[in-house]
């Protein structure tokens, strides 16, 4: 087997030697190749389908729920109470600090201090009203905590114009009700159920 002439027939196609003592093939092409090959035994298996999920197929899903449940908790969750509770709220809040600027702008020249009480007090009081009707309305607790705290505040703004002996027109003494019907709606069950 020399590389620089042209290949022969007996270096053209390397080829497994039998064993001396073995059967010769019959397969023409196996002898000529020397390739195995495996023929199938049987027939093809079959093969699963795939899966495409871990649900299994035969899991029955409950078609329709109790006709009574949706309308119960459509009747324990109204938005009535929350909806007036939000609206005594800015009334009793835009009310709380009309007077205490009404009653700032009078009294600065007087009792700057008590002015100054007065303005800290509504600052206050508006903060956790507006913060307890945004909690209120995205159905937080917190909200309706906010709302009677914020109402305090404005009571004590009220009970520090009357304390003071302040000259005020008859309505402002009927404006503490607010506060009062804002911290009523807010303890409310049907408020608290909103919020749950």
Same mark, same amino acid.
């Given at each position: 087997?020399? *590389?620089?002439?042209?290949?022969? &027939? &007996?270096?053209?196609?390397?080829?497994? @030697?039998? &064993?001396?003592?073995? %059967? %010769?093939?019959?397969? #023409?092409?196996? @002898? /000529?190749?020397?390739?195995?090959? $495996?023929?199938?035994?049987?027939? #093809?298996?079959?093969?699963? &389908?795939?899966?495409?999920?871990? =649900?299994?197929?035969? +899991? %029955?899903? %409950?078609?329709?729920?109790?006709? @009574?449940?949706? $309308? @119960?908790?459509?009747?324990?969750?109204?938005?009535?109470?929350?909806?007036?509770?939000?609206?005594?709220?800015?009334?009793?809040?835009?009310?709380?600090?009309?007077?205490?600027?009404? !009653? =700032?702008?009078?009294?600065?020249?007087?009792?700057?201090? #008590?002015?100054?009480? =007065?303005?800290?007090?509504?600052?206050?009081?508006?903060?956790?009203?507006?913060?307890?009707?945004? *909690?209120?309305?995205?159905? /937080?607790?917190?909200?309706?905590?906010?709302?009677?705290?914020?109402?305090?505040?404005?009571?004590?703004?009220?009970?520090? !114009?009357?304390?003071?002996?302040?000259? !005020?027109?008859?309505? +402002?003494?009927?404006?503490?009700?607010?506060?009062?019907?804002? =911290?009523?709606?807010?303890? !409310?069950?049907?408020?608290?159920?909103?919020?749950?």
């Amino acid at each position: 087997m020399t *590389s620089d002439g042209p290949p022969s &027939e &007996e270096t053209r196609i390397i080829r497994r @030697q039998p &064993e001396a003592g073995a %059967p %010769p093939t019959s397969n #023409f092409a196996e @002898q /000529q190749t020397g390739i195995i090959r $495996r023929h199938p035994t049987g027939a #093809f298996p079959a093969t699963p &389908e795939p899966q495409t999920s871990f =649900i299994p197929q035969a +899991v %029955p899903v %409950p078609s329709v729920a109790p006709p @009574q449940a949706p $309308r @119960q908790q459509a009747s324990r969750r109204s938005p009535l109470a929350a909806s007036a509770t939000a609206t005594v709220s800015i009334i009793s809040g835009w009310a709380t600090a009309v007077i205490a600027t009404s !009653l =700032i702008s009078g009294w600065w020249g007087t009792d700057e201090l #008590f002015c100054i009480a =007065i303005g800290f007090l509504t600052a206050v009081s508006a903060a956790a009203t507006i913060g307890g009707l945004i *909690s209120l309305l995205l159905r /937080q607790r917190i909200g309706r905590l906010l709302i009677v705290v914020g109402s305090i505040v404005a009571l004590m703004i009220f009970a520090g !114009l009357f304390v003071a002996g302040a000259d !005020l027109p008859r309505l +402002v003494y009927g404006i503490p009700i607010l506060p009062v019907a804002a =911290i009523t709606l807010a303890l !409310l069950p049907a408020t608290g159920r909103w919020c749950d």
